[in-house]
């Protein structure tokens, strides 16, 4: 009797969690260009194909600093995921090509179910580290 009233105070726990997490009201966080968080970036990204459920593709992402400097030398890591279902990307995408004048090329991104995803860039720049948060409807 403890573990199936354990079991539902949990899913129920869950159930009010993930009430919290909703996307974004303002479609500016659905722009293709976003600034980060301590506003040391700010990147645009552009896929390479139209983003389709279940299929890879690839991302063109240009950072700049805020007063519109390329950033060619930074580390760029990949992350995100949909945070009302608490899973992460089906896949490791990663920066295979930094193309100079600030354009990086990001290559294994893949969304397997429609729905709210957000899409995370760590930048490790010369301004330091900061990350820019992509939010997506599919």
């Known amino acids: 009797m403890k573990r199936i009233a354990f079991t539902a105070a949990a899913a129920v726990l869950m159930s009010a969690c993930m009430i919290f ?4 009201a303002d479609s500016e966080a659905y722009e293709p260009t976003q600034v980060s968080a301590s ?23 240009e950072v700049v600093t805020t007063d519109g400097t390329p950033v060619d030398d930074a580390q760029i890591t990949v992350d ?4 009302q279902h608490g ?3 089906p896949t490791k995408p990663v920066v295979s090509q930094h193309l100079g004048d600030g354009k990086h090329l990001i290559e294994g991104m893949k969304f397997n179910m429609g ?5 995370k860039l760590e930048i490790n720049g010369e301004k330091g ?8 409807k599919l």
């Open 115 to 119: 729905g709210w995803w957000v899409v």
């Open 87 to 89: 899973h992460g990307l």
């Open 21 to 24: 997490l909703r996307p974004p």
């Open 39 to 61: 506003q040391m970036y700010r990147a645009t990204f552009s896929a390479t194909e139209s983003i389709r459920v279940g299929r890879l593709h690839t991302w063109n992402i």
């Open 80 to 83: 995100g995921g949909m945070p």
């Open 129 to 136: 580290t900061d990350v820019v948060t992509f939010n997506l």
